[in-house]
């Protein structure tokens, strides 16, 4: 909070506008890692629009939309949505939402190409990635957290062994590069993702403040 003010009265002195100031956080893990749970509490602690791909995908799949059947193609079997689909619309969600303090992006970029987009796009709205952090969790937790998960969340993708399977490797050939990328930028941190909720929120928030 006091930060944000501080940053805001700067940017009075320096003549820069709101955006300058803004927070865009990617929120980074493999699938089940908690991003969508801690998400949520992060969302309201830094007063940021949380934008989850994934369940943008989802909201399309439940009104039956033409993006919605392409996507669900690939997500039942565990693949990533082709990159122009996710990224045109990611840009639509952020377009449609410009009076915000900043974004939480979580599910999304998952691949180079994304990210490469995702600058392109920041920049062209005279923004940037305020950081990337990750949580970390091992695969054998991953699986049994998302199989619990299956048991109450009616996704297709969680109910079955084989798919979430599929899902960390992709994870882990498309997606992990993703910290690779904003590391290079000196921006990439990890978080421990095992422990309670609340003791997760607090490493995940101790991180985000450093950044601010
Ligand atoms: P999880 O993190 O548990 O895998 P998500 O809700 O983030 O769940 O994603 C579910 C599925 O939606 C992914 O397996 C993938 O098929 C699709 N998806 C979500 N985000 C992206 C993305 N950025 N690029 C491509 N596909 C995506």
Not at 103 to 116: A, H, M, N, S, V
Not at 163 to 179: D, G, H, L, M, Q
């Amino acid at each position: 909070m006091i930060i944000r003010l501080i940053n805001y009265i700067k940017s009075i002195f320096t003549g820069s506008d709101k955006k300058d100031s803004m927070t865009n956080l990617i929120l980074f893990g493999p699938p089940g890692s908690g991003k969508g749970t801690q998400a949520k509490n992060l969302m309201e602690k830094y007063n940021l629009l949380h934008i989850s791909t994934g369940d943008l995908f989802r909201y399309e799949i439940g009104n039956n939309t033409p993006l919605g059947i392409k996507a669900k193609e690939y997500m039942n079997q565990g693949k990533l949505v082709p990159d122009e689909i996710t990224i045109g619309m990611l840009e639509n969600k952020i377009n449609a939402n410009p009076d915000v303090a900043g974004y939480l992006l979580d599910g999304f970029p998952r691949t180079i190409p994304q990210c490469e987009a995702l600058d392109v796009f920041m920049k062209s709205k005279d923004q940037t990635i305020t950081g990337l952090i990750a949580l970390n969790v091992e695969d054998e937790e991953l699986v049994k957290r998302l199989l619990k998960r299956g048991e109450t969340s009616g996704r297709p993708d969680d109910s079955n062994e084989e798919v979430i399977r599929k899902r960390i490797a992709v994870y882990e050939e498309e997606t992990s590069p993703v910290f690779g990328y904003y590391k290079e930028q000196n921006k990439s941190h990890t978080v421990d993702g095992v422990g309670s909720l609340e003791e997760i929120f607090t490493r995940l928030s101790t991180a985000i403040d450093s950044l601010l």
